[in-house]
């Protein structure tokens, strides 16, 4: 059974810095991609930055400059480095990451049940 924890979640000022953790444990063959997305308060959930096995980064345009998302392959964890964070910056941030549970399963996508981050101004 995979699962994917985060952790760092929390209370952070605005203009101040956080950093997320999502580690993946179980039966894993590999992990491609892998993400963090937040879900804000009544809205849908949104990709916040993205990175495949080889290390390449996409963001979402709000976030652009002031997050970073890293991986230890090692380790089959990905982080989210959130800099700046920007008042009313609140929800609940989700990792998810596509994993191959043997040499020829399929490429699954799973969730984490995710953490909070409370910004205050």
């Known amino acids: 059974q995979v699962q994917l924890v985060e952790s760092g979640g929390g209370l952070v000022q605005a203009g101040g810095s956080l950093r997320l953790s999502c580690a993946a444990s179980?039966?894993?063959?590999?992990?491609?991609?892998m993400g963090w997305y937040r879900q804000a308060p009544g809205k849908q959930r949104e990709l916040v930055a993205g990175?495949?096995?080889?290390?390449?980064?996409n963001y979402a345009d709000a976030v652009k400059g002031r997050f970073a998302i890293s991986r230890d392959n090692a380790q089959n964890t990905v982080y989210l480095q959130m800099n700046n964070r920007e008042p009313g910056g609140n929800g609940v941030y989700y990792c998810?990451?596509?994993?191959?549970?043997?040499?020829?399963?399929?490429?699954?996508?799973?969730w984490g049940p995710g953490a909070q981050v409370t910004v205050s101004s």
């Open positions: 998810n990451g596509e994993m191959r549970g043997s040499e020829g399963g399929r490429n699954q996508s799973y």
């Open positions: 179980g039966s894993i063959f590999s992990v491609n991609n």
């Open positions: 990175i495949t096995s080889g290390g390449s980064t």
